[in-house]
């Protein structure tokens, strides 16, 4: 019994050194898995619903075709982009999924402002709509909506700074 112990720590030791000795996914794999969750999610969503996801996930496929290197973006289609999926929110009824496209759109436009080098955001903005868009994300209700708005955190947790997106003082939500 004791060497049956023994081997199967060893096994589950030995499974750890390989999962832990895979490469991390690139940035771009990540966008891309999260992508793919996003439209898994839409099959059952209305057409205008899923009209402003692809319009945002038309935006995400600019950051994946610049392998995740925001300042790549050729920014007047992005703006031309934006401002299509702002026209798709625009005729929502205030309530919690506007409140997140909000935030979406929010994070967005700061990315025009500052052609990506979101270091150069004002000071504060990016966490304030970060973690808007996650509290928003944890509160919503419907399973589908949940999964498509947490990959799209997920996706915004990949590009935004590290400042932003880990948690300190400074941008935990009970500290707004």
């Known amino acids: 019994m004791r060497i049956v112990a023994i081997a199967l720590v060893a096994l589950v030791a030995s499974s750890g050194m390989a999962a832990s000795a895979t490469p991390p996914a690139s940035p771009t794999a990540l966008l891309e898995k999260q992508c793919g969750v996003i439209r898994n999610s839409l099959k059952k969503a209305d057409d205008a619903e899923k009209e402003r996801w692809n ?30 999926l702002n026209g798709r929110v625009a005729p929502l009824p205030e309530n919690p999924e506007h409140d997140r496209w909000d935030a979406g759109l929010a994070l967005w436009q700061l990315t025009l402002d500052v052609k990506g080098d979101l270091a150069q955001s004002p000071v504060g903005d990016l966490d304030k709509w970060y973690e808007d ?37 400074t941008n935990a939500p009970e500290a707004k």
Do not use: C
């Open 133 to 169: 868009m996650k509290r928003r994300t944890a509160a919503a209700r419907d399973a589908n909506a949940r999964k498509r708005w947490t990959a799209n955190v997920a996706m915004w947790t990949s590009v935004l700074p590290a400042s932003v997106t880990a948690p300190n003082p």
């Open 55 to 84: 319009r945002n996930l038309g935006l995400w496929q600019m950051v994946i075709d610049k392998q995740g290197k925001l300042q790549d973006i050729d920014y007047e289609k992005f703006e031309t982009d934006l401002h299509e």
